[in-house]
Nanobody
Framework: QVQLVESGGGSVQAGGSLRLSCAASEYTYSRACGGWFRQTPGKEREGVAAIDRRGSTTYADSVKGRFTISQDNAKNTLYLQMNSLKPEDTAMYYC????????????????????????WGQGTQVTVSS
């Protein structure tokens, strides 16, 4: 059973940085696509960033230039570096994976693709105060 374990959430002031990590078991990110999503109470889960098996990335407009998704295949770990955080970034953040994956990065954040993410982490809270 594949498991995704997130870490790195917490509380930070606006303008600060956090790095989220998502460690995967039983498969390597070299054959998977990875994504980060976030959700606040009463709202739909929103795609934030994704990376395909070739390392190509895509971002939501709201985080472009501030967030960076990356992966370390040797460690089976997906990362989300979040800089210049804003109060509106406050949410529960989830990592997810499509395995095996044949989807290009340009499609990974489309709502129609969300059902293809077959593995999800438990979520980690990020709180940004003004």
């Amino acid at each position: 059973q594949v498991q995704l374990v997130e870490s790195g959430g917490g509380s930070v002031q606006a303008g600060g940085s956090l790095r989220l990590s998502c460690a995967a078991s039983e498969y390597t990110y070299s054959r998977a696509c990875g994504g980060w999503f976030r959700q606040t109470p009463g709202k739909e889960r929103e795609g934030v960033a994704a990376i395909d098996r070739r390392g190509s990335t895509t971002y939501a407009d709201s985080v472009k230039g501030r967030f960076t998704i990356s992966q370390d295949n040797a460690k089976n770990t997906l990362y989300l570096q979040m800089n210049s955080l804003k109060p509106e970034d406050t949410a529960m953040y989830y990592c997810a994976a499509i395995f095996p994956c044949y989807v290009a990065s340009s499609a990974l954040l489309r709502p129609s693709r969300r059902y293809e993410y077959n593995y999800w982490g438990q979520g980690t809270q990020v709180t940004v105060s003004s």
